[in-house]
C-alpha cells in the first residue's frame, strides 16, 4: 500500500494571499507514462469532492487558474495563488499509481 | 455530461448486506475506457476508495475489504453496484460512485463523482 501524508491539516488562509499544500507519498508516483499519478480534490461544505488537478498538474475542467499543482516523484504541491472566500474546503491528494488507490488525510483549508 | 446517482436503503443492520446502485446518465457505461468506482467516507473522516469495475467485469478491490465486496454492473440498466457484506457500525458513513479514467495497470482520476449517499449501520 502506498502511503500519502499531507501537510499542513489545516491551513488558515487570509483571501488575497497565496496559500500551498504539501503531499507525499511513500514511493515514487512516477509511471511509464512519463507522468505523475497523483491527483487533487476538494471537497467544499455539504458537498462531494471534486476534481481540481490531475496527472499532477493539468487542470481539471472548468478549474480556476489560480489552482497549479507541481512535483515529481514522492513529493507535490497544490498552490492557490490568491485565495477566494469560496476556496474553503478539504483538499485530497490521492496517488492513482496503483490500481489500490490510497488518499492523503486531507488539509482543512479555512479562512482566518 | 455525465452525471451519478446514488441509491440504496440508508440504514443496515449490524451483520446484513450493504447494498448500493449507482445510475449513470448523460452518457453509456460502456462508451470509453472507463472504470466506475466507489469511495466511501466515514462520518467526519477522510476518504477511503471500495473498489472499481470495468465494462467487461474485471474487479479492482480494496485489500482490506475485498473479503467482504462484490461488484457488478448492469449495461442494460447503465447501472453499477457494489454489495458488502458482515457490515459493522464501521460500516457507516457516505458513499459515493464516481467515473475513474484508470487502466487495467493503474487508478485514474475520479470525476464526476455522485453526489453520496449516507448509510448507517445500526440496529
Known amino acids: 500500500e502506498i502511503v500519502m501524508t499531507q501537510s499542513p491539516l489545516s491551513l488558515p488562509v487570509t483571501p488575497g494571499e497565496p496559500a500551498s499544500i504539501s503531499c507525499r507519498s511513500s514511493?515514487?508516483?512516477?509511471?511509464?507514462?512519463?507522468?505523475?499519478?497523483l491527483d487533487w480534490y476538494v471537497q467544499k461544505p455539504g458537498q462531494s469532492p471534486q476534481l481540481l488537478i490531475y496527472?499532477?498538474?493539468k487542470r481539471a475542467s472548468g478549474v480556476s487558474d489560480r489552482f497549479s499543482g507541481s512535483g515529481s516523484g514522492t513529493d507535490f504541491t497544490l498552490r492557490i495563488s490568491r485565495v477566494e472566500a469560496e476556496d474553503v474546503g478539504v483538499y485530497y491528494c490521492?496517488?492513482?499509481?496503483?490500481?489500490?488507490?490510497?488518499f492523503g488525510p486531507g488539509t482543512r483549508v479555512h479562512i482566518k | 455530461q455525465v452525471q451519478l446517482q446514488e441509491s440504496g436503503p440508508g440504514l443496515v443492520k449490524p451483520s446484513q448486506t450493504l447494498s448500493l446502485t449507482c445510475t449513470v446518465s448523460g452518457g453509456s457505461i460502456h462508451s470509453g475506457s472507463y472504470y466506475w468506482s466507489w469511495i466511501r467516507q466515514p462520518a467526519g473522516k477522510g476518504l477511503e476508495w471500495i473498489g472499481r469495475i470495468y465494462v467487461s467485469g474485471k474487479t479492482d478491490y480494496n485489500p482490506s475489504l475485498k473479503r467482504r465486496l462484490t461488484m457488478s454492473l448492469d449495461t442494460s440498466k447503465n447501472q453499477f453496484s457494489l454489495k458488502l457484506t458482515s457490515v459493522t457500525a464501521a460500516d457507516t458513513g457516505i458513499y459515493y460512485c464516481a467515473r475513474d479514467h484508470g487502466d487495467d495497470t493503474s487508478g485514474g482520476w475520479f470525476d464526476p463523482w455522485g453526489q453520496g449517499t449516507l448509510v448507517t449501520v445500526s440496529s
Open positions: 496527472l499532477g498538474f
Open positions: 514511493q515514487s508516483l512516477l509511471h511509464s507514462s512519463g507522468y505523475n499519478s
Open positions: 490521492v496517488q492513482a499509481l496503483q490500481t489500490f488507490m490510497t
